[in-house]
Nanobody
Framework: QVQLVESGGGLVQPGGYLRLSCTVS????????IGWFRQAPEKEREGIAF???????FIVDSVKGRFTIARENGQNTVHLQMDSLRPQDTGVYLC???????????????????????WGQGTQVTVSS
């Protein structure tokens, strides 16, 4: 059974930082794209950061320069480092996984949440003074 578990969320003041982790069990992430999505109240689910099965990162413009994503394949974990947090970063952060089934599949990182098969339950991030 494949499971994704997020951790590391919490309450932080503006300008602060958090490090989220997504730990996967049941399958190796070696051949998987991993994405972090944010669900804010009354807003659509938004893709934030992605990392390909080959380790290539993609960060959306709204958080570029503040967020970084990294894989730790040996621990079957992906981390999202979030610095200089702002109140508008508040939301539930979910990680998602898409297994790659071909070389071509591994070359393209999807950003559409519909492309991801497996999802975690999410971790709450609140940025407030």
């Amino acid at each position: 059974q494949v499971q994704l578990v997020e951790s590391g969320g919490g309450l932080v003041q503006p300008g602060g930082y958090l490090r989220l982790s997504c730990t996967v069990s049941g399958v190796s992430i070696d051949n998987a794209h991993i994405g972090w999505f944010r669900q804010a109240p009354e807003k659509e689910r938004e893709g934030i950061a992605f990392i390909s099965s080959g380790g290539v990162p993609f960060i959306v413009d709204s958080v570029k320069g503040r967020f970084t994503i990294a894989r730790e394949n040996g621990q079957n974990t992906v981390h999202l480092q979030m610095d200089s947090l702002r109140p508008q970063d508040t939301g539930v952060y979910l990680c998602a996984m898409k297994l790659t089934t071909s070389v071509m599949d591994s070359l393209v990182i999807p950003t559409d949440p519909e492309a991801y098969t497996f999802w975690g339950q999410g971790t709450q991030v609140t940025v407030s003074s």
